[in-house]
């Protein structure tokens, strides 16, 4: 694709429900990210996925989130029992392996719990 | 305190004008320095990007680290109403760790025509 693509965009759903983020990253990319961006708070980096590497999960915030690449590709970031806390957007980005290499980001999923 | 300081704004400035976004960080150990650019309901998308202290120019964006202040500035010549959106630092100890970079909060800037 053109571009890293995210679904969905916004995303409302009530406390305590599970969610799934997607993310299809650009085609030749190998590495992904995934970042949430709250009210008054920078972007927070979450995981990183590196070819057939273990993922880097050193950011994500609770044993509620986790995220998964399929066949290097896609990748998924489920979010179990959501809290109000959770409400933010959730941004993907990939980018190709080596020093000073760009991450392209996507649109973001919208995401609010009530 | 943040690792990283930016002031939210919003700055409105009319078209035409040379508008001066700013951060401050505590770590003297970042060597990385970047500007983003997001537009509303966007993801940011990679403005500039600078190694160590001095200034770096491209079109009418230009970049200046100051780190014996631990400053860092972008400014926008001759600013149009397309450059309106939220503008963000973010910087890095190492070269290329998009995992390691602190952010800033970003600054909303509205160009006016």
């Known amino acids: 694709g053109a571009g890293v693509s995210q679904s969905p965009s916004n995303k409302v759903t009530e406390k305590g429900k599970d969610v799934e983020l997607r993310c299809d990253p650009i085609?030749?990319?190998?590495?992904l990210y995934w970042y949430r961006q709250s009210l008054g708070q920078g972007l927070e980096f979450l995981i990183y996925?590196?070819?057939?590497?273990?993922?880097?999960k050193s950011g994500l915030p609770s044993d509620r989130f986790s995220a998964e690449r399929t066949g290097g590709s896609v990748s998924t970031l489920t979010i179990q029992r959501t809290q109000q806390e959770d409400s933010a957007v959730y941004l993907c980005?990939?980018?190709?392996?080596?020093?000073?290499?760009?991450?392209?980001f996507g649109q973001g999923t919208r995401l609010t719990v009530v | 305190q943040k690792e990283v300081e930016q002031d939210p704004g919003p700055l409105s400035v009319p078209e035409g004008a040379i508008v001066s976004l700013n951060c401050t960080y505590s770590?003297?150990?970042?060597?990385?320095f970047m500007w983003y650019r997001q537009y509303s309901r966007k993801g940011p998308e990679l403005l500039m990007y600078?190694?160590s202290s001095g200034n770096k120019e491209d079109g009418r964006f230009t970049a200046q680290v100051d780190k014996s202040s631990k400053y860092i500035s972008l400014f926008i010549r001759d600013s149009q109403p397309s450059d309106s959106a939220t503008y963000l630092c973010?910087?890095?100890?190492?070269?290329?760790?998009?995992?390691?970079?602190?952010w800033g909060l970003g600054t909303s800037l509205a160009v006016n025509p």
């Open positions: 980005a990939s980018s190709l392996l080596g020093v000073n290499t760009e991450a392209f």
């Open positions: 085609s030749g990319h190998t590495a």
């Open positions: 996925f590196q070819g057939n590497s273990a993922p880097d």
């Open positions: 770590n003297s150990a970042f060597q990385y």
């Open positions: 600078t190694y």
């Open positions: 973010a910087m890095s100890r190492n070269a290329g760790n998009n995992r390691k970079l602190i």
